[in-house]
Each structure stands twice: as C-alpha cells, then as structure tokens.
C-alpha cells in the first residue's frame, strides 16, 4: 500500500472517532485534501482514495493543475484572494474559503453574474485577532456579513478559520468553541439570504478537535502527503 493510502486511511479513522465522541456522523464533515504544492500524479493517488475535493491557496496552482487532474474533482480556493484574480477561477472553483473584505465580495460577485453562476463563499475569520493573518475580526463578522447579504450572485455558506500554530491542538479548543458560536449567533439574527452551515477550521495538526467542535471541512495536507517542499524563490 502506497504512503498516501496509508495516511489516508489513518486520517479517515480518526476522523471517524472524532465525530463519534462528539456525537455527528462521518459523513457531515468534509475531509478537503490540500494539495498546494504537491504535484499531479501524488494528487490523483489521493483522489483514487476517494478525496476528490481538494483545496489550494493560490491561483495560479489552481490553473496549473486544472485540466490535467480533469472533471472527477472540485477545487477550492483556500488562500488570499486577490481582487484581480477572481476572473480566471470564477468558473473553476466549488467554494471560496478566504472572503475577507467587500471590494472582493464585490468583485466575485460581479465576476459570478457574468457567467451566470452563484458562487460559494465562506467569510474568514481572524479568530484569535492575530495580526499575522488575514480575515475579519470576531467582532466585525455581522455587520461584514450584513454589508454583502445583498449581493445576489454570491451564497454566503458558512466561516473559515486558519487558527494558530499550536503545539497542543487542544489549545485551539476555545478559538474552534468560538467559530461555532459565532454561527450560531449570526444565524439568529436571521438577516435576508444568511443561513450558515459550514464551519472549514482545522489542518493537520488539530482536525479532530475542530470536529468535535463542529467544522464541516477539514482542511489537511501534510498529514495526506508530508511534509511540503517549497521551491526555493
Ligand atoms: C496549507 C493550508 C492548510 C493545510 O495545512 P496542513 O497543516 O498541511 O494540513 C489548510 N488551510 C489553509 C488555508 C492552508 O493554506
């Protein structure tokens, strides 16, 4: 069995546990392979395992990869968005994870009226107000969320959270606590077209105390493919 497999099936497993000491069921949670630097044909061996949603956080690696890994999979774009770029994956991506400001809410939904679709969007949220990362403030998040409710061509589906770096993934606990509430709360206010469901929060390193916390996607590489070899610049 090829390393891949094997981490796959590792992952699956404790997704599994996870979601039974909390009580939810496997199949509410999205395990999105992400597959940033990671080249076509160790992709395709994740995605014969079943993972055929995969997440990328530039652009330009989207397209790259777009046509040679074919129509068995969806993308979705994970990273910072620039404005400008919205145009070239308008039509190739399932869900945005990263909208963070409404110039590029705008901007997407401008794009996604052009070609006649209605986009996916989470609105990211810098939970722990770390200044290293991009995303709105807990406190911002309703009125960010009442600012692009209007716009017909985007679906507003939920929030994302890159949390911090922790040793201990239990430290992050509170931060995943907080996202769900956060949901929760912006949900009851029922504000015109706002119905959340979706929580993306957790990576490698503590996906399974998201879950127990409530995300619906998981957003794992280096558990999927190892460690990541960036190219040097
Ligand atoms: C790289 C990345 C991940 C995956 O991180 P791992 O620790 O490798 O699982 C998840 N989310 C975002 C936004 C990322 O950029």
Not at 9 to 14: A, G, N
Not at 41 to 57: F, H, M, S, T, Y
Not at 198 to 221: H, K, P
Request: glycine share 6%; aromatic share 4%; with cysteine.
């Amino acid at each position: 069995m090829g390393e891949i497999q094997q981490n796959i099936i590792d992952i699956e497993q404790r997704i599994t546990a996870a979601a039974q000491k909390s009580g939810r069921k496997r199949e509410d949670i999205l395990l999105l392979a992400v597959s940033k630097t990671i080249d076509v044909p160790r992709i395709k061996q994740a995605v014969d395992c079943g993972l055929k949603e995969l997440g990328e956080n530039r652009v330009q690696e989207i397209l790259e990869k777009y046509d040679t890994m074919g129509k068995d999979v969806c993308w979705h774009l994970i990273g910072h968005l620039q404005t400008n770029k919205v145009k070239y994956i308008i039509n190739k991506v399932k869900m945005i994870h990263s909208v963070e400001s409404i110039k590029l809410a705008e901007e997407i939904d401008k794009r996604a009226k052009q070609s006649n679709v209605i986009m996916d969007i989470l609105v990211e949220v810098n939970i722990a107000d770390e200044q290293s990362k991009f995303g709105v403030t807990p406190k911002e998040t309703l009125s960010f969320i009442k600012n692009i409710a209007f716009l017909d061509n985007i679906r507003i589906k939920g929030l994302m959270t890159v949390a911090p770096f922790v040793d201990n993934p239990e430290e992050n606990r509170d931060c995943f606590r907080r996202m769900r509430q956060l949901l929760v709360d912006i949900n009851a206010e029922k504000i015109d077209n706002v119905n959340m469901n979706v929580l993306s929060m957790g990576m490698s390193n503590d996906f399974e105390v998201a879950i127990e916390e409530g995300a619906t996607i998981v957003r794992v590489g280096t558990n999927i493919f190892g460690k990541r070899v960036y190219p040097q610049q």
